[in-house]
């Protein structure tokens, strides 16, 4: 696809907002590529709630800033993350992506000993970018 980022759409605003019920954990933020703030959010519990309330007004810009900063293509963002989240130690996000052979690894491994899945809750977003710039 060769729409300017402008007007791509990379990330959906109800996938961030269903992922904001669970903010305190930081969902949201990994969702929309803020690693560190989802960590920070995850060990504070949304800052204690503050920053979790917060975010229910500026998940908009972080979809915007996300649809401008990673790369449409035909793996969607959001299946990723379902994938990841729910089935991240069976390898499941990296087999839709074409990583067959790691997807095998974290499937026999519990995702690498669970230190494959915290990795690419970390990198998910760039991982997918990539792969749909090939």
């Known amino acids: 696809m060769t729409d300017s980022p402008?007007?791509?759409?990379?990330?959906?605003?109800?996938?961030?907002?269903?992922l904001w019920i669970f903010g305190f954990l930081g969902a949201h933020r990994f969702y929309y590529g803020k690693p560190v703030t989802g960590t920070i959010w995850l060990f504070t519990f949304g800052l204690l709630g503050i920053?979790?309330?917060?975010?229910?007004?500026l998940i908009p810009a972080m979809d915007r800033e996300?649809?401008?900063?990673?790369?449409?293509?035909p793996i969607n963002y959001s299946l990723s993350w379902i994938l990841l989240t729910f089935l991240g130690v069976f390898g499941i996000h990296r087999m839709y992506m074409g990583k067959w052979l790691t997807g095998l690894v974290y499937l026999c491994t519990g995702g690498l000993f669970l230190i494959g899945v915290l990795?690419?809750?970390?990198?998910?977003?760039d991982q997918v970018s990539q792969r749909n710039v090939q």
């Open 6 to 18: 402008m007007n791509q759409d990379t990330h959906s605003k109800t996938m961030g907002y269903l």
């Open 51 to 57: 920053g979790w309330l917060i975010d229910l007004f």
């Open 66 to 73: 996300a649809d401008f900063r990673f790369q449409e293509g």
């Open 119 to 125: 990795y690419d809750f970390w990198t998910l977003n």
